[in-house]
C-alpha cells in the first residue's frame, strides 16, 4: 500500500518561498506518476504539477509555469514542490498523490494521498 507524507507548508509573506516534501513508501515506484494538487478553501482541487518517477519527467499547470517546480530524490523516495514568487491566491492546502502508469491532471486518476500540508501567504 502506498503512503504519502507531506511536510514543508507554513505561512509565508507574498514574494517568499517555500519547499514541500512528500516521502513515499510501500512500493517501488518506478512505473508511478507522482503529483502535487492543492485546494483553497471553498474550492476544488486543482492540479498543480507531475512527476514521471522513473525519468523525471514534468508537467505543470499552465498558471504556475515558471514559479514551481517539481523534483524527485530517488535515493530518498521523496518528492518535492519548490514553490517561489508566491502570492496570496496559492493559500491552500496542497496534497501529495500517486498514480500507476503515466501523467494525469485529474484528481480522479490518482488513487493514493497525502493528508496535506497548508500553506498560508499573506499579502
Known amino acids: 500500500q502506498v503512503q504519502l507524507v507531506e511536510s514543508g507548508g507554513g505561512l509565508v509573506q507574498a514574494g517568499g518561498s517555500l519547499r514541500l516534501s512528500c516521502a513515499a513508501s510501500?512500493?517501488?515506484?518506478?512505473?508511478?506518476?507522482m503529483g502535487w494538487f492543492r485546494q483553497a478553501p471553498g474550492k476544488e482541487r486543482e492540479f498543480v504539477a507531475a512527476i514521471n518517477w522513473s525519468d523525471g519527467s514534468t508537467y505543470y499547470a499552465d498558471s504556475l509555469k515558471g514559479r514551481f517546480t517539481i523534483s524527485r530524490d530517488k535515493s530518498k523516495n521523496t518528492v518535492y514542490l519548490q514553490m517561489n514568487s508566491l502570492k496570496p491566491e496559492d493559500t491552500a492546502v496542497y496534497y501529495c498523490a500517486a498514480r500507476l502508469y503515466g501523467f494525469s491532471n485529474r484528481v480522479a486518476n490518482f488513487g493514493s494521498w497525502g493528508q496535506g500540508t497548508r500553506v498560508t501567504v499573506s499579502s
Open positions: 510501500g512500493r517501488t515506484f518506478s512505473s508511478y506518476a
